[in-house]
């Protein structure tokens, strides 16, 4: 605990938790991001599936925010990317 902040705990590698929680908030990802991720699962044969987009996405070595983002659909069938756009309204399309 810091004795000039009692609620903000200082982790050893001196990244204070609160700074960690409020870059996290931040860092949603942008549409940009997350088709450069997932696009290839939109070539197969057949709709893409939440979790074909996630095994492509980890692949893909996609950040950890894209990552919680597509984890946050519904578990059903995506004929067309613009359909996750519907499942994740306000996704910004490029830099926030």
């Given at each position: ?54 095994e ?7 950040p ?17 990317i ?15």
């Open positions: 605990m810091s004795t000039l902040y009692p609620n903000v705990r200082v982790r050893y590698n001196g990244v204070r938790e609160h700074d960690e929680a409020r870059t996290t908030l931040m860092s949603r990802p942008t549409r940009m991001q997350i088709i450069e991720c997932v696009a290839m699962e939109f070539t197969q044969a057949g709709p893409a599936t939440k979790q074909g987009l996630l492509r996405a980890r692949s893909a070595g996609a950890v925010a894209v990552i919680s983002t597509l984890e946050q659909l519904p578990a059903r069938r995506f004929s067309d613009r359909q996750l756009w519907e499942e994740l309204p306000g996704i910004p399309i490029g830099t926030p």
